[in-house]
């Protein structure tokens, strides 16, 4: 779905927003958060805490973690840490994008929200569309509009995965987790941004290499590989 600029008010941002996530991007999200909602039901989480997870974390890694350890009866502290460092990744996400947002209006607590509500999938959508939405109000309106959705087909898909979970194979529902890196490889394909794109790219090769160094830390070493080669390669270049 294209954004046109030109023709896009500043209050139909919002549902520009919400109409670009229902397009596409947001049913990745749905499909994943399907195999989270079953996985949640296999380990015996109740659905209440499954949505409750669903919107405090807002990120796969540390959804799992918290679900398969608390299963396991861990200590609340070191529940506590695991998540944490399983949601850190997100925390330079949010620093790139809230200064995409700068200007756009936000109160103190919309840009909380907001921040809690930003997932890859959103990141790289308003990229995707931040050149053709050069004013703020209107990006920050579409991209409110966005993240509601996606979080709101998130619910959904928790909610339809936990009632799968009795009807249908629940090792086949939990692969669906799984779906999300596929779906944002093929996203960032169309960011026109180069850098993002060789970045994934390059991920493909160095996180494997990465993994056969160290299993435990395979996704960090060849995710900075990846963007710091990304970097040198394009970032540096389109730079004074």
């Not at 996530?21 to 296999?42: D, H, K, R, S, V």
């Not at 900075?224 to 004074?240: E, N, Y």
Request: charged share 10%; aromatic share 10%.
């Amino acid at each position: 779905m294209s954004v046109d600029a030109d023709a896009l008010s500043t209050g139909a941002a919002y549902w520009k927003g919400v109409w670009f996530c229902i397009a596409a991007p947001g049913w990745g999200t749905f499909t994943a958060m399907l195999g989270f909602g079953a996985f949640a039901a296999e380990n015996g989480r109740p659905l209440t805490e499954a949505l409750i997870l669903s919107f405090g974390l807002w990120s796969m890694p540390g959804q799992m973690a918290y679900v398969e350890l608390a299963s396991e009866g861990v200590a609340v502290i070191a529940l506590t840490i695991a998540v944490t460092i399983a949601n850190l990744r997100m925390l330079p996400l949010t620093a790139a994008v809230l200064p995409m947002l700068h200007g756009a209006g936000y109160g103190k607590a919309t840009r909380v929200l907001v921040a809690q509500m930003t997932s890859v999938t959103s990141y790289i959508s308003l990229v995707d569309v931040a050149r053709r939405l050069p004013d703020r109000a209107r990006r920050g309106r579409f991209y409110f509009g966005f993240c509601t959705m996606t979080i709101s087909l998130g619910f959904f898909g928790t909610t339809v995965g936990h009632g799968l979970a009795g009807v249908l194979p629940t090792e086949g529902l939990v692969v669906l987790v799984f779906v999300t890196p596929l779906y944002l490889l093929m996203l960032s394909a169309r960011v026109v941004d180069h850098e993002m794109l060789a970045a994934a790219l390059f991920g493909c090769v160095a996180v494997p290499a990465g993994h056969l160094l160290s299993p435990d830390w395979g996704v960090v070493i060849g995710g900075v590989l990846a963007g710091t080669a990304a970097f040198f390669i394009f970032g540096r270049a389109k730079r004074p």
